[in-house]
């Protein structure tokens, strides 16, 4: 499950404006932002859905999901891969 507060994080840890995301993921201009504007968890097609974390995943983005390893806590969220130098 994405959340609409996962989905900002995540474009706002690249620096990904709302259009780059759309171009980058091949998902309309107004889904991304109709997606952004959604309170709890994001609804919708499926393949939409995972079409918008792949462009994110592209970018550096790790997606966390609620009670998974992370250092400070047990919630949902985003944080930046590790880039290998």
Known sequence: MLTAAQLK???ALVGM???A???ASGVSLP???RMEASTGTVRG???TLMKVMAALE?????????????AGGGGRGVRLRKRSE
């Open 9 to 11: 994080a995540a474009r």
């Open 17 to 19: 404006e709302q259009r």
């Open 21 to 23: 995301l759309a171009e």
């Open 31 to 33: 889904t991304i932002q």
């Open 45 to 47: 097609v499926i393949e």
């Open 58 to 70: 592209t970018a550096g983005v790790e997606f966390i999901n609620e009670g998974a390893a992370s």
